[in-house]
């Protein structure tokens, strides 16, 4: 057992790090015992951002400790912004750095991390830094715009890389099981029917099947003559669908056969129709924020189709109709009337939590619109069953 003037573990020293790097510097009188280097590198690369708390509360000037008489500052010690990030990709693993950096970026409200090329350049790249990036595109200028670009495209290009091959592979053909094709892989391989075709060439004494004819499936190609026309609301509940929505809409403007609209709205409309290959452009070219006229964009759209039993209307939007909704309700039962593929997305992201005005999507429904809240995935299943 050890005495009392022992040495405490190794374990016991770790946990009183810990602790004293969640509870701050203003615990070291209660919590005794020391940091290494590297932990007072912790400990003040957390308090430079979250001191903050502190002010927000109003708590400022006290010591937190037990001597009543020393005068205290809260205020985070002067380190340059570059410095701090440096120190804290340094010092902590790649999920924590993005767990800090989002609340210096949402719940501290620290701009100079996007408004500063150097200190754009250390953040890490997340759907969290591309949402602020867009919340703040207008301030964005110079090279601070380009490295914002690169930042977005580098988010983007994984969100595509994530989705397409699913995507495309659930919109453009089947297993053909009756034909079967030259093209070689192992996803097409028809083993069946290379057994059967190389029964003939069974060694009986080393009971071994010689195969000198592999079978495999070919793909049926589906042409898909329809019309696809995004329509997207970019009022500031919706980025988390405005950026799916841009990335949906380059996947589908690279599949043969369909025709992509890509139109954005709030009380205005842009037609992007000409950058929907181009998630990048399209969102550098949204405004997010602002009112809502649903009723003025899907009459815009009904104006771009031309055939419209080949064409299918995703409305993205939370459905919180800013203008009269009379022209919204009647532009739909014309479109439904008319046989245009009606859908109202509530959420398209991957987690497609739904926030939106439940009685205008119950109007909406009643016309023959069908709502719901999908993955990019589950919006490519809708999709595929219609156009087949």
């Known amino acids: 057992m050890p005495t009392d003037n022992s040495t405490p573990p190794a374990s016991d020293k770790a946990a009183v790090a810990r602790w004293r790097l969640v509870l701050g ?22 308090d430079y951002l979250y001191s903050r708390e502190y002010r927000g509360r109003g708590v400022r000037g006290q010591d937190g400790g037990d001597d009543k008489g020393k005068g205290g500052s809260l205020d985070p010690s002067q380190i340059s912004i570059p410095h701090w990030l440096s120190e804290v990709r340094d010092l902590f693993p790649k999920e924590t750095v993005e767990r800090i950096e989002k609340h210096a970026l949402e719940r501290y409200g620290m701009t100079e991390l996007v408004t500063d090329e150097e200190t754009l350049k250390k953040l890490e790249p997340s759907m969290g830094l591309l949402k ?51 093209m070689k892989s192992a996803q097409n391989l028809d083993w069946r029917g290379t057994i059967r075709r190389n029964l003939k060439n069974y060694d009986v004494k080393r009971k071994q099947l010689i195969v000198d004819d592999v079978r495999f499936f070919s793909r049926v190609e589906r042409h898909l003559p329809w019309t696809v026309i995004l329509c997207v609301d970019q009022s500031g509940s919706m980025t988390d669908s405005v950026i799916y929505s841009a990335v949906m809409a380059g996947i589908l403007a690279a599949l043969p056969m369909i025709r992509i609209k890509l139109v954005v709205f709030d009380t205005s409309i842009v037609d992007l129709s000409d ?21 003025r964009a899907v009459t815009y759209c009904e104006k771009l189709m031309e055939t419209p039993h080949r064409t299918v209307l995703v409305l993205v939007s939370d459905f919180e109709e800013g203008a009269k909704p009379q022209i919204l309700l009647a532009t739909i039962r014309r479109l439904a009337e008319a046989k245009v593929r009606l859908i109202g997305l509530a959420a398209l992201d991957m987690e497609a939590n739904p ?5 205008m999507a119950e109007k909406l429904a009643g016309l023959g619109m069908d709502i719901a809240a999908l993955t990019p995935n589950q919006l490519a299943d809708w999709l595929a069953k219609i156009i087949r």
Do not use: C, W
């Open 132 to 182: 602020i990036l867009l919340s703040f595109r207008g301030q964005l200028k110079g090279k601070v715009l380009e490295e914002a670009r690169r930042v977005i495209r580098k988010v983007v290009e994984e969100l595509r890389r994530k989705l397409e091959t699913e995507i495309r592979n659930k919109l453009t053909g089947r297993v053909n099981r009756f034909r079967h094709s030259n």
């Open 355 to 359: 926030s939106y005005d439940r009685r």
């Open 275 to 295: 950058h929907a290959d181009d998630p990048v452009e399209v969102l550098m070219s949204v405004q997010l924020g602002g009112g809502t006229d649903i009723g």
């Open 25 to 46: 510097k203003y615990a070291q009188n209660k919590l005794s015992g020391g940091l290494t280097p590297e932990q007072m590198r912790m400990e003040q690369a957390l």
